[in-house]
């Protein structure tokens, strides 16, 4: 069995810590056990941020569409710059196209 070392665990273990932190979560504000985000989604939720070691509360949002728009922002689109103005390929030779039979030619 390959056994790695302790200095390589730790520091594999630290870099995994690093990535989790600043981590959101929302908690249902009901009374009972902690259950599915999809269940009471008009009651309040708490948000809560990762430290490293211990959940924090940073806020309470109204429901779970606000807690939903906290947890997933919307991604900026990259617009793309505007392609040129090409003619439009009719029917024509080429390699790539088909041939067409000689009474459909001009000729």
Do not use: Y
């Not at 504000?29 to 309040?44: I, K, M, Q, T, W």
């Not at 392609?83 to 088909?98: F, I, M, N, V």
Request: glycine fraction near 8%.
């Amino acid at each position: 069995m390959h056994e790695e070392p302790l200095e390589e665990w730790a520091r594999r273990r630290e870099e995994r810590r690093d990535a989790s932190k600043g981590k959101l979560r929302a908690v249902l504000l009901a009374s009972g056990p902690n259950r599915g985000s999809h269940v009471e989604p008009d009651a309040p939720r708490v948000m809560q941020r990762w430290s490293g070691t211990e959940w924090e509360t940073v806020g309470v949002v109204e429901d779970l569409a606000a807690a939903k728009a906290l947890l997933h922002p919307p991604q900026l689109v990259e617009v793309k710059p505007a392609q040129r103005d090409r003619p439009s390929c009719g029917r024509g030779p080429g390699r790539h196209r088909r041939s067409t039979p000689a009474k459909e030619q001009d000729g």
